[in-house]
């Protein structure tokens, strides 16, 4: 349980945080009703179903099932803990977290300085680029490459001047000390010296969604490996920072987050993503020098429904693109890889042959497992038996890793077409290898999928439970939760423990205590005691809101509808013929009690 820090803070943080505002950073919200509503930023859809409710400061997403309080929703578009997402919200309010609350705040502090430092970095370069002398190099070398000051303003490129302390200087007068240039990774120290980092460099900010400069990429203008015996590499990135987690962002993913497309195109270079934005395609990003990371995946799975891989067509590339295609499956998504024949990446591809030949490759993006299998194609002669033999038993440990048995089943059938195999066969060679696995199904998105296996686990538990019974002690708990006067009813005739589900138990309990402290109930509060797999089922129960208002009479109903499920979900299971009619009794006992109020 992530509580280390006090309820009265916590208290605080939600008071002064609106979580309309915080979230129309990420979601355009438009006022519907009583709600606020949007497109979800948890998963992909073109009509919204992603609401936020400002009184009671909770959003919900009826797509996806994404729901929660501000923390849960800082938690998840930032990818930070309890604490973190907690420490970003006080901050955000002006909060000072008192230290004996269970931790520091130094690293936060020193993140929020080195955000600051880089921005004023950023803009530096930027007018050393634009500086006739001394942005000479940068200007010749982006001429080069056909990148106008249009695309040099959006992605805000820069020019490091070859100089070892002007960057310093320049943030010395801004405030910014050598060994804070140092830590945030903009300064090297060398033999007790402090240089400047980038020297003579085309400067790439790397920005993360919300605007914040986390890091740099800088790629030399010439292709000079060496100068007196030191080996120059070709880009030199920032190094991670309180700042700047590499594994956790993407270049240019604040741009395509913003395009209408469905799908994202990975790629494997700062320059790669520019030369393609400019076509007018926006909807790619590229990992930060660094093969690509779960965290990443995750991150994109967020914005698109299909990562189409777009590598350099190299050995390096190949090999690159078939580790990026496990990675994304691992994080439950779907990819599809580009295939750029006669050039070696999508900058070169586009120089060579125009937009619309891009887009076109883009259309044509075979799926991961087609190209998977195209690999292990070349590498066997499969007009011979032996070729063919081989060729289906790689082949097939390829089809075994197919989550989707539909999928599967219209590779056999190809292979089997294109091999002149007969399908049983390669089918009794796919079932070889993956008898054992004994789920296969077709793969959803991500979080669909965890919904799914959260309400089949629920099933299971709650054999003894019904839709109706679930509904009415949904509601009843709503209204418990907004009323101290209909609690006071309810609470006489039903107890945490008679709730019918674990979560409804847990949350029962924690509405019961906080009236036992005569505190209003608080959902925002309330909610932070539930994990990530519990959440949206809690949640749901104060984001009812087809159900919000209820009197007393209302609350007889439905501890009338709870008894009468409860009663016929025991006659179902009952053989005693003697309990059996006690049962009866008691349900007929609900009946007539339910009738005196229906007349
Ligand atoms: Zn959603």
Same mark, same amino acid.
């Given at each position: ?302 914005? $698109? ?6 590598? +350099?067509?190299? !050995? *390096?590339?190949?090999?690159? =693109?078939?580790? @990026?295609? &496990? ?68 082949? $097939? ?6 989550? +989707?048995?539909? !999928? *599967?089943?219209?590779?056999? =059938?190809?292979? @089997?077409? &294109? ?181």
């Amino acid at each position: 349980m992530p509580r280390r820090i006090s309820d009265d803070i916590i208290a605080r943080i939600n008071d002064e945080n609106d979580i309309i505002d915080y979230v129309s950073q990420y979601v355009q919200l438009k006022k519907t009703g009583r709600d606020y509503s949007g497109l979800c930023p948890f998963h992909h859809e073109k009509t919204p179903s992603f609401h936020v409710s400002q009184d009671k400061q909770l959003f919900h997403c009826f797509g996806c099932g994404a729901s929660g309080n501000l923390v849960q929703f800082v938690m998840r578009t930032e990818n930070l803990d309890f604490v973190d997402a907690i420490k970003l919200l006080a901050d955000r309010a002006g909060i000072i977290i008192p230290e004996d609350d269970g931790f520091t705040d130094d690293n936060h502090e020193k993140k929020k300085r080195i955000l600051e430092m880089n921005k004023c970095a950023a803009r530096f370069f930027y007018s050393c680029l634009k500086d006739k002398k001394l942005g000479e190099k940068g200007q010749q070398y982006l001429a080069k490459r056909n990148i106008p000051w249009k695309t040099i303003t959006v992605y805000g490129l820069g020019y490091a001047p070859d100089s070892r302390d002007l960057l310093l200087k320049h943030l010395a007068a801004n405030g910014f000390s050598v060994e804070e240039a140092a830590d945030g990774g903009l300064a090297v120290r060398r033999e007790g010296k402090i240089y400047d980092k980038f020297r003579g460099r085309v400067m790439f900010p790397i920005i993360d969604v919300r605007g914040n400069v986390i890091g740099f990429g800088g790629r030399v203008t010439d292709d000079v490996k060496e100068v007196n015996g030191y080996k120059i590499p070709k880009y030199l990135n920032s190094p991670e920072t309180a700042a700047f987690d590499k594994g956790r962002n993407l270049f240019s993913l604040n741009l395509a987050k913003n395009s209408k497309e469905s799908d994202l195109i990975l790629c494997e270079g700062y320059m790669d993503v520019i030369s393609v934005y400019q076509a007018g395609i926006k909807n790619i990003v590229a990992t930060l020098g660094t093969a690509i990371t779960e965290n990443q995946a995750k991150l994109m799975l967020r914005y $698109a429904g299909e990562i189409l891989i777009c590598y +350099d067509s190299d !050995e *390096a590339g190949v090999k690159a =693109t078939l580790r @990026a295609i &496990d990675v994304i499956s691992g994080a439950g998504g779907r990819s599809r890889v580009i295939k750029l024949g006669g050039a070696k990446d999508p900058d070169e591809y586009i120089n060579k042959n125009g937009v619309e030949k891009f887009k076109e490759a883009v259309r044509k993006a075979v799926p991961s497992t087609e190209f998977r299998i195209s690999l292990i194609k070349k590498q066997y002669d499969t007009t011979t038996t032996d070729g063919k033999i081989m060729f289906i038993d790689e082949a $097939a440990n390829v089809l075994a890793s197919v989550k +989707d048995a539909v !999928e *599967a089943d219209a590779y056999i =059938t190809k292979i @089997a077409e &294109d091999t002149g195999i007969s399908r049983g066969a390669v089918l009794s060679k796919y079932r070889e290898k993956t008898s054992g696995n004994r789920h296969r199904r077709i793969p959803m998105k991500t979080e669909y999928r965890k919904q799914t296996e959260r309400k089949e686990r629920e099933t299971v538990r709650k054999e003894n439970t019904t839709p109706t019974l679930i509904a009415a002690e949904k509601r009843l708990l709503g209204l418990m939760a907004q009323s101290k006067k209909l609690y006071k009813i309810a609470e006489k005739r039903i107890k945490p423990d008679d709730f019918s589900t674990q979560v409804y138990r847990k949350l029962s309990r924690l509405i019961y205590d906080s009236y036992d402290h005569d505190n209003a109930p608080e959902p925002a509060i309330i909610l932070n005691s539930f994990d990530s797999d519990e959440l949206s089922e809690a949640s749901e129960v104060f984001y009812n809101f087809e159900v919000y208002d209820g009197d007393e009479a209302t609350v007889a109903e439905l501890l009338n509808t709870i008894t009468l499920e409860k009663l016929d979900i025991r006659i179902k299971n009952e053989t005693n013929a003697a309990v059996l009619a006690e049962l009866f009794r008691e349900r007929q006992k609900a009946i007539e009690e339910k009738n005196t109020w229906e007349d």
